[in-house]
């Protein structure tokens, strides 16, 4: 009777114990925490007042450095508002890619995908916030916009120019010197006969004497017709 007495006893003194010990929110409630919250716009308290953003983050949501939970859970919602939110637990890589701090077992850091935005929260199940919020991989600076580089213009080869044709020179033949032009020579005339006087016939005028040399007058004395 004095055990039971006791064991009542100390059940009695134990309740007001337990009762005043909060419950310790689940992994399960956490998400659906965040999901509610990220998609109303209308539980500003999910957000830790010491919450810490990535500088990526920051700097996407243009967040002052002295930012309060209240500031960047307004800012967070400009890109989950009205989207359909899905809240589930970050891969090893999203987290190893990502400027999260080391997640331990009563943070546990999830993925929110809300539309094409996907940001990483880490939820502290012991003040039931979010004591964290970034985004997945290497983000901490805009990567900026590069025009891309004009192909360069390759200039289309130039037509060959057509090959000139040899010139052939042919042999000279060599030109003889002109002759001077003949002076003009006077007509040579042709010698005219010289016509003998007409003289008389020869006579016979003395004896026929025979001589070596005979003259026309002594062969006429001689009887001869002289030529």
Same mark, same amino acid.
């Given at each position: 009777m004095n055990l039971h007495r006791s064991l009542l006893i100390a059940a009695l003194v134990a309740l007001p114990a337990a009762a005043q010990t909060p419950a310790k929110t689940t992994e399960q409630q956490a998400r659906s925490y965040v999901a509610s919250a990220l998609m109303t716009g209308a539980a500003p308290a999910v957000m830790s007042d010491k919450v810490t953003v990535s500088p990526g983050l920051r700097q996407r949501l243009r967040? #002052?450095? @002295? %930012?309060?939970?209240?500031a960047v859970y307004k800012a967070v919602m400009e890109l989950t508002a009205g989207k359909q939110v899905q809240v589930r637990r970050a891969a090893g890589d999203e987290i190893a890619k990502s400027e999260a701090p080391a997640p331990v077992s009563a943070q546990p850091i999830f993925a929110v995908e #809300?539309? @094409? %935005?996907t940001l990483l929260v880490q939820y502290d199940l012991t003040r039931d916030n979010i004591s964290f919020v970034g985004m997945p991989g290497a983000v901490a600076t805009a990567t900026p916009v590069v025009a891309p580089t004009p192909p360069?213009?390759?200039q289309a080869p130039k037509p060959a120019e057509p090959a000139k044709p040899a010139q052939i020179v042919e042999p000279q033949?060599?030109?003889?010197a002109p002759k001077p032009a003949a002076t003009p020579v006077a007509a040579v005339r042709a010698p005219q006969p010289v016509m003998e006087a007409t003289r008389p016939p020869l006579k016979k005028s003395g004896p026929c004497d025979i001589k070596p040399v005979m003259t026309d007058q002594d062969l006429v004395n001689c009887g001869a017709t002289p030529r």
């Open positions: 967040l #002052a450095p @002295d %930012a309060d939970g209240a #809300a539309g @094409d %935005a360069t213009m390759v033949v060599p030109r003889l």
